[in-house]
């Protein structure tokens, strides 16, 4: 049976602007780390917002240079859906092998979302003592 992780409680509009961007790099075929070079930032950092598993997330000024970078007029254009709630969650994760090109399966791993909880919470270090339990 897989093991199940979990995120510490984060805010669902950081949840969305991680994928969003993801899918956003996607579509016009930037690996993580030509975005990291384009946001003028370690080439590793865009990897390491994308993880599920690593603390580092997009801030503020990160929404400036983005905003530059994918030529957007507003910070609204980052999620087509609307704005989410300003909800916190904790995400279920497991750990899967990437695929390689040829199909086969790479020794790098990838997180795959398993289930969104929502935590009922106003902070976040009161919702992570929630997420503990």
Not at 21 to 36: A, F, H
Not at 98 to 109: F, H, I, N, Q, R
Request: charged share 35%.
């Amino acid at each position: 049976m897989d093991k199940i992780y979990k995120t510490k409680a984060i805010f669902r509009i950081e949840y969305e602007l991680i994928f969003n961007i993801k899918d956003l790099r996607g579509e016009r075929g930037w690996s993580q780390e030509v975005l990291s070079g384009k946001m003028g930032l370690a080439e590793n950092f865009v990897g390491k917002c994308e993880s599920l598993d690593q603390p580092e997330k997009y801030n503020l000024r990160h929404m400036g240079i983005l905003k530059k970078v994918f030529g957007f007029e507003t910070l609204d254009d980052f999620f087509p859906n609307g704005i989410p709630e300003d909800e916190q969650i904790v995400i279920h994760y497991k750990k899967v092998p990437k695929k390689k090109a040829d199909g086969t399966e790479s020794k790098l791993m990838e997180n795959v979302v398993v289930e969104i909880v929502v935590v009922d919470a106003e902070t976040k270090a009161e919702g992570n003592k929630q997420s503990k339990k």
